[in-house]
């Protein structure tokens, strides 16, 4: 889980700095579902590893739930 959300702008920059043959439009939509996407990751406590488990798994464990369920 990321603690801080990078703004859309600053993704769109380094987005372009990367990438400098996508256009403005490729651009600003990527940088705005990356931004979302880590809005989401943050909301639904969501690791960016397999090293932890997400919120919902680490509640679903603790209920005792197992794939056998």
């Known amino acids: 889980m990321k603690i801080i959300i990078e703004d859309y ?4 920059k380094k987005l372009r700095e990367e990438y400098p043959k996508l ?6 939509s ?4 990356i931004e979302r996407n880590q809005i989401l ?11 932890y488990p997400s ?3 680490a509640i679903a464990i603790a209920l ?5 369920n």
């Open 9 to 12: 702008s600053r993704i769109a």
């Open 23 to 28: 256009s403005d439009f490729e651009i600003l």
């Open 30 to 33: 990527l940088a705005i579902q």
């Open 41 to 51: 990751e943050n909301g639904l406590v969501v690791s960016s590893s397999d090293k």
């Open 55 to 57: 919120g919902l798994e």
């Open 64 to 68: 005792g739930y197992n794939e056998s």
